[in-house]
């Protein structure tokens, strides 16, 4: 009912930037939160930002400064800018959001397919 397509991802330098995009199409009638999580090879997939309809963020701590979270609701797409990127950050990245697809239900949560980051020199 709702496809989520990432794109952005890639292989950059220590130091170096990203932007990730996220695009909900199919049978949406509204988008609540919006966010980014991420899973690192051996570890349990972790929030890295989230951003409400009313544009209120929150980010963990780790990327606290250096990544930023934005939306277009004209256009169902979650951004992720990363910049200032370490090692650490590698991980496949997953967008979700939780999205109604029928007024006065219950918002249910979506996943994108992940999009491949990796930090390396």
């Known amino acids: 009912q709702v496809q989520l397509v990432e794109s952005g991802g890639g292989l950059v330098q220590p130091g170096g930037s990203l932007r990730l995009s996220c695009a909900a199409s199919?049978?949406?009638?509204?988008?609540?939160?919006m966010g980014w999580y991420r899973q690192a090879p051996g570890k349990q997939r972790e929030l890295v930002a989230t951003?409400?309809?009313?544009?209120?963020?929150n980010y963990a701590d780790s990327v606290k400064g250096r990544f930023t979270i934005s939306r277009d609701n004209a256009k169902n797409t979650v951004y992720l800018q990363m910049n200032s990127l370490k090692p650490e950050d590698t991980a496949v990245y997953y967008c979700?959001?939780?999205?109604?697809?029928?007024?006065?239900?219950?918002?249910?949560?979506?996943w994108g397919q992940g999009t491949q980051v990796t930090v390396s020199s």
């Open positions: 199919g049978r949406i009638f509204s988008i609540g939160v």
């Open positions: 951003i409400t309809s009313g544009r209120s963020t």
């Open positions: 979700n959001n939780k999205a109604k697809v029928v007024p006065g239900t219950i918002p249910l949560d979506y």
